[in-house]
């Protein structure tokens, strides 16, 4: 099931956050990461829109979204990797947000191709100021399908809605 995020929830979903950040960017120092734990907990948590997915009682994973469009976190426990966790918080946002960005670290080679299989698009390379890494701009192309009525059936057509990125970086 997945469901926005309650204050009982934070607990949990930072250490979610904290270790997946360690075994995602091991290219990173972890001090980079427990220096921004309070920050992420207290500032980016509160502002952004979090859902959380829970099975059997217990947090596997969790998404956030910043400004509206910007996937600050996306992480997965490490025991429910690869059971479509990921998929599903992404795609319940896809439901609910017309646009979507993103920024990957370019040796997360994991979630770029995650990324890419589920839809989006490389905008550019920058590097992070603060890590000094190259971060992979991503965004996403939503199509919507415009259906006329059965009486003067016509071919579907596509409109494309295209993505900008936000003009701050959140090291999130």
């Not at 100021?129 to 059965?150: F, V």
Request: aromatic letters at 14%.
């Amino acid at each position: 099931m997945i469901r926005k995020l309650k204050e009982e929830d934070i607990t949990k979903v930072m250490t979610i956050w904290t270790k997946g950040n360690f075994k995602a960017h091991d290219f990173i120092e972890k001090d980079y990461w427990l220096e921004n734990f309070n920050k992420v907990k207290n500032e980016y948590l509160p502002k952004a829109d979090t859902f959380i997915y829970i099975e059997e009682d217990q947090i596997k994973g969790f998404i956030s979204i910043m400004e509206g469009e910007y996937i600050g976190a996306l992480f997965v426990k490490h025991d429910f990797l690869r059971q479509g966790i990921g998929r599903r918080l992404l795609n319940y946002c896809k439901e609910r947000y017309n646009h979507l960005t993103l920024k990957v670290y370019e040796k997360n080679i994991n979630a770029t191709l995650f990324y890419v299989a589920m839809g989006f698009k490389n905008k550019e390379i920058k590097i992070d100021e603060q890590t000094r890494r190259k971060r992979i701009c991503y965004g996403m192309e939503k199509r919507i399908q415009i259906k006329k009525s059965k009486k003067h059936e016509m071919p579907k057509k596509q409109l494309r809605v295209f993505t900008f990125l936000p003009k701050t970086s959140i090291a999130f």
